[in-house]
């Protein structure tokens, strides 16, 4: 089953009549480790919509997406994450927000020394987007500058 | 700076073409496994680490052997019947 096509027509029946998945003509270029793993500065980034219980939720009600972003501090308490998201079962997911924003086996893995230092913070999107430009333009580019302004050295990128 | 992506729709990351993927079949809400499950939401995260530095070619999308086996929560999302 192709869900790309399924989505496809979801959004254009109900949202968007002009919709199109964004095509990139050519992969993004790889930049290698320059230290090893157990060296690196880790930092997660996620679109599950994760974010603080005093914190501004994502706009889930909005038909035409959410591009903004949140801070995760890394030393949040995890009872203080919350989940916003129109594309999964919030509610059963934050049962054990592990399953999609795993903190506390980043911070096991962190004790253990199989990686380096966690960065200070972590960043959420909310993965329904369906215009992009605003993440392609502002948003997205904004967290790569925060993330290289912390010299983080490896960035994983987890969807919901 | 190296980035690592997890990907469950592997048609949609195919068109993004990131410099590195992981594909695995959870469904969505379950990235790293199943409530509890502490052992495979490790193992998904090692992964990652070990595949940034075999990956070498750009755009490739590997596939992960993780199976979502508890209920049929996936097929159902992929037609739009579930949460």
Redesign the interface.
């Given at each position: 089953?192709?869900?790309?096509a399924?989505?496809r027509e979801?959004i254009r029946k109900r949202i968007l009549p002009d919709f199109e998945?964004?095509?990139?003509e050519?992969?993004?270029?790889?930049?290698?480790?320059?230290k090893p793993?157990e060296e690196?500065r880790v930092a997660l980034v996620t679109t599950?919509g994760v974010h603080r219980a005093n914190g501004p939720a994502f706009d889930i009600r909005n038909k035409t997406g959410d591009a903004s972003y949140r801070e995760i501090p890394n030393d949040v308490s995890f009872d203080d994450l919350r989940l916003s998201?129109v594309?999964?079962?919030?509610r059963?997911?934050s049962?054990?927000i592990?399953?999609?924003f795993?903190i506390e086996?980043?911070r096991?893995?962190e004790t253990e020394g199989?990686?380096g230092p966690l960065n200070h913070r972590h960043f959420s999107f909310m993965g329904y987007i369906p215009i992009a430009e605003p993440l392609i333009k502002e948003t997205g580019p904004e967290v790569?500058e925060k993330?290289?302004t912390d010299r983080?050295?490896?960035?994983?990128?987890?969807?919901? | 700076?190296?980035?690592?992506?997890?990907?469950?729709?592997k048609?949609?990351t195919e068109?993004?073409?990131?410099?590195?993927a992981l594909f695995l079949e959870h469904?969505?809400?379950?990235?790293?496994?199943?409530?509890?499950?502490?052992g495979l939401?490790?193992q998904?995260?090692?992964d990652?680490?070990e595949a940034?530095?075999r990956?070498?070619?750009?755009?490739t999308i590997e596939d992960l052997p993780y199976k979502w086996t508890c209920d049929n929560l996936r097929?159902l999302?992929?037609?739009?019947k579930a949460?």
């Amino acid at each position: 089953m192709n869900f790309a096509a399924v989505e496809r027509e979801y959004i254009r029946k109900r949202i968007l009549p002009d919709f199109e998945w964004v095509v990139c003509e050519t992969p993004s270029r790889i930049n290698p480790l320059t230290k090893p793993v157990e060296e690196c500065r880790v930092a997660l980034v996620t679109t599950a919509g994760v974010h603080r219980a005093n914190g501004p939720a994502f706009d889930i009600r909005n038909k035409t997406g959410d591009a903004s972003y949140r801070e995760i501090p890394n030393d949040v308490s995890f009872d203080d994450l919350r989940l916003s998201h129109v594309g999964y079962n919030t509610r059963r997911v934050s049962q054990d927000i592990n399953c999609i924003f795993p903190i506390e086996r980043l911070r096991e893995l962190e004790t253990e020394g199989v990686i380096g230092p966690l960065n200070h913070r972590h960043f959420s999107f909310m993965g329904y987007i369906p215009i992009a430009e605003p993440l392609i333009k502002e948003t997205g580019p904004e967290v790569a500058e925060k993330l290289k302004t912390d010299r983080v050295d490896l960035v994983l990128l987890a969807p919901a | 700076m190296a980035t690592m992506s997890l990907t469950m729709v592997k048609e949609i990351t195919e068109q993004v073409k990131p410099s590195r993927a992981l594909f695995l079949e959870h469904p969505f809400g379950f990235t790293f496994g199943n409530i509890g499950e502490k052992g495979l939401q490790r193992q998904i995260l090692i992964d990652c680490l070990e595949a940034v530095e075999r990956i070498r070619a750009p755009g490739t999308i590997e596939d992960l052997p993780y199976k979502w086996t508890c209920d049929n929560l996936r097929e159902l999302q992929l037609q739009k019947k579930a949460h």
